[in-house]
T-cell receptor, first 113, second 112 residues
Framework: KAGVTQTPRYLIKTRGQQVTLSCSPI?????VSWYQQTPGQGLQFLFE???????NKGNFPGRFSGRQFSNSRSEMNVSTLELGDSALYLC????????????FGPGTRLTVT | KQEVTQIPAALSVPEGENLVLNCSFT??????LQWFRQDPGKGLTSLLL???SQREQTSGRLNASLDKSSGRSTLYIAASQPGDSATYLC???????????WGAGTKLIIKP
């Protein structure tokens, strides 16, 4: 069974630009969660999508948005990039049930200059 | 508000030793607790998941225990190897939303 895949793996953008990251979950998983990881703040929850609906949302500004498609693939968009958005963005997939074991992708390393 | 703490922040031990990593959480109303490992610059690898009704889980040289009443979990690593060097993170899920609440991690170095 293929694992969680994320594209691209590395990205360099300029302040003010926007970026879209993609996540393909494990086959059969309906839940996709996004996390931001920085050295200073650690791992922080962005949002979770389940069956194409945003089920939960963390405390990030509206510049961070996401969506999920009918095949459970998810995209995350960040508009008007700031230097502080430089981070490793991790995607996790899960069946979405109460056990909720999450499986992570390799991440997308975003650098904003 | 749930808070997760991991102590120590860093640990360096000689190869072959058995060791224990600690994770504590403030709200015992959790669905499960999950231990992960992260290698530098990489994603997270799930090691063990303990459901709230369980007391421990084992996988190879790893054993994780859960004591909800005291808000604690431990990850026991037997016969440590240099390949075990990584950052170990614990996370809990609980409450009305299904998000992982993370500890800051323990950076483990196993010296050959």
């Amino acid at each position: 069974k293929a694992g969680v895949t994320q594209t691209p793996r590395y990205l360099i953008k300029t302040r003010g630009q926007q970026v879209t990251l993609s996540c393909s979950p494990i086959s059969g998983h309906r839940s996709v969660s996004w996390y931001q990881q920085t050295p200073g703040q650690g791992l922080q929850f962005l949002f979770e999508y389940f069956s194409e609906t945003q089920r939960n949302k963390g405390n990030f500004p509206g510049r961070f948005s996401g969506r999920q498609f009918s095949n459970s693939r998810s995209e995350m968009n960040v508009s008007t990039l700031e230097l502080g958005d430089s981070a490793l963005y991790l995607c996790a997939s899960s069946h979405g049930g109460s056990s909720y074991e999450q499986y992570f992708g390799p991440g997308t390393r975003l650098t904003v200059t | 508000k749930q808070e997760v703490t991991q102590i120590p922040a860093a640990l360096s031990v000689p190869e072959g030793e058995n060791l224990v990593l600690n994770c504590s959480f403030t709200d015992s109303a959790i669905y499960n607790l999950q231990w992960f490992r992260q290698d530098p610059g990489k994603g997270l690898t799930s090691l063990l998941l303990i459901q709230s009704s369980q007391r421990e889980q084992t996988s190879g040289r790893l054993n994780a225990s859960l004591d909800k009443s005291s808000g604690r979990s431990t990850l026991y690593i037997a016969a440590s190897q240099p390949g075990d060097s990584a950052t170990y993170l614990c996370a809990v899920i609980g409450g009305s939303n299904y998000q992982l609440i993370w500890g800051a991690g323990t950076k483990l170095i196993i010296k050959p």
